[in-house]
């Protein structure tokens, strides 16, 4: 696997090679000084280009980066649009491990490109083309404290969406009731954590993508639930990890409405508990008779 010294100097030269390239710049977790780092960062890269076009008619510059694992080109694709205006990407991950993210920006994009990631790195600018970002660092990133608003409608949906994975499990629809379990309400379990975490200790951090360092500050029985509650091999585990879930949530928005003073629908919560307790008895008692 190429080092990142090595790395960089190929990106560089590749770009001071092509005329329709202006400037260079780095951005994401490896221009981030509180990102952990380690072999699986990707280089973002950003080429600022003067004639777009002409890079992606003819793209055989690209070759010099590597034998190609796998690509994926966001705005040639049908199923997901794009999201980036007039900029190209190619997301590349290669035969020895390297992944680039390298995205064509036009000078029409600069100022959003810019207002976009604290973290963008000038590598090389000989016409002084970008500006400099923000000098907040991952300031726009850090967990934001909540509010009574934020925190019932949070309580709310978690509650309403566990009442549809108690329909699809009684009617053991099991990728309708784990999807619902997942996408909905575990999320909602995650964000109520995140505001835990930042009532606890402060809220100037990131927790990552995906809550990805959300562990990092919980306890050893809240990781060992949150693991736990993943399990959705059979409509019986499925009916468990709901309860857990429900449980930790229940307990962890009770403990930070008391210390944030905020209103918790506790009648609701207990409702939905006690519904969810009564058809998740009524099909083991079924299943019993079936059985017997």
């Given at each position: 696997m190429r080092g990142e010294e090595a790395m960089l100097a190929l990106i560089l030269e590749t770009a001071k090679k092509l005329p329709q390239v202006d400037a260079v710049a780095m951005e994401g977790s490896r221009m981030n000084r509180r990102a952990p780092k380690d072999i699986f960062q990707d280089y973002d890269v950003v080429y600022v280009v003067?004639?777009?076009?002409?890079?992606?008619?003819?793209?055989?510059?690209?070759?010099?980066?590597?034998?190609?694992?796998?690509?994926?080109?966001?705005?040639?694709?049908?199923?997901?649009?794009?999201?980036?205006?007039?900029?190209?990407?190619?997301?590349?991950?290669?035969?020895?491990?390297?992944?680039?993210?390298?995205?064509?920006?036009?000078?029409?994009?600069?100022?959003?490109?810019?207002?976009?990631?604290?973290?963008?790195?000038?590598?090389?600018?000989?016409?002084?083309?970008?500006?400099?970002?923000s000098a907040e660092?991952?300031?726009?990133?850090?967990?934001?404290?909540?509010?009574?608003?934020?925190?019932?409608?949070?309580?709310?949906?978690?509650?309403?969406?566990?009442?549809?994975?108690?329909?699809?499990?009684?009617?053991?629809?099991?990728?309708?009731?784990?999807?619902?379990?997942?996408?909905?309400?575990?999320?909602?379990?995650l964000r109520m954590l995140s505001w835990q975490v930042g009532n606890a200790s402060g809220w100037d951090k990131s927790l990552g993508k995906n809550y990805k360092y959300l562990p990092d500050y919980l306890d050893e029985d809240t990781n060992r639930l949150l693991f736990e509650m993943r399990d959705f091999t059979s409509l019986s585990a499925v009916w468990q990890s709901l309860l857990t879930t429900q449980e930790l949530f229940h307990r962890t928005a009770l403990e930070l409405a008391e210390k944030m003073d905020i209103a918790y629908d506790i009648m609701t919560a207990e409702k939905v508990m006690a519904y969810t307790a009564k058809w998740y008895e009524d099909q083991k008692q079924l299943k019993t008779e079936l059985d017997e």
């Amino acid at each position: 696997m190429r080092g990142e010294e090595a790395m960089l100097a190929l990106i560089l030269e590749t770009a001071k090679k092509l005329p329709q390239v202006d400037a260079v710049a780095m951005e994401g977790s490896r221009m981030n000084r509180r990102a952990p780092k380690d072999i699986f960062q990707d280089y973002d890269v950003v080429y600022v280009v003067n004639d777009q076009e002409s890079l992606l008619a003819d793209r055989s510059w690209l070759e010099v980066f590597g034998e190609v694992l796998i690509q994926q080109l966001p705005e040639e694709m049908t199923l997901f649009a794009p999201t980036l205006g007039e900029r190209f990407t190619f997301l590349t991950l290669f035969e020895d491990g390297n992944r680039i993210d390298l995205m064509l920006c036009p000078h029409s994009e600069l100022a959003v490109l810019t207002q976009e990631d604290p973290f963008l790195t000038v590598l090389w600018d000989p016409e002084n083309l970008i500006l400099a970002p923000s000098a907040e660092g991952d300031k726009k990133f850090w967990l934001q404290p909540t509010h009574q608003a934020e925190f019932s409608d949070c309580c709310n949906e978690f509650w309403w969406v566990s009442t549809y994975v108690v329909k699809g499990l009684w009617r053991k629809e099991a990728l309708y009731a784990a999807d619902h379990l997942y996408e909905i309400c575990q999320k909602e379990l995650l964000r109520m954590l995140s505001w835990q975490v930042g009532n606890a200790s402060g809220w100037d951090k990131s927790l990552g993508k995906n809550y990805k360092y959300l562990p990092d500050y919980l306890d050893e029985d809240t990781n060992r639930l949150l693991f736990e509650m993943r399990d959705f091999t059979s409509l019986s585990a499925v009916w468990q990890s709901l309860l857990t879930t429900q449980e930790l949530f229940h307990r962890t928005a009770l403990e930070l409405a008391e210390k944030m003073d905020i209103a918790y629908d506790i009648m609701t919560a207990e409702k939905v508990m006690a519904y969810t307790a009564k058809w998740y008895e009524d099909q083991k008692q079924l299943k019993t008779e079936l059985d017997e």
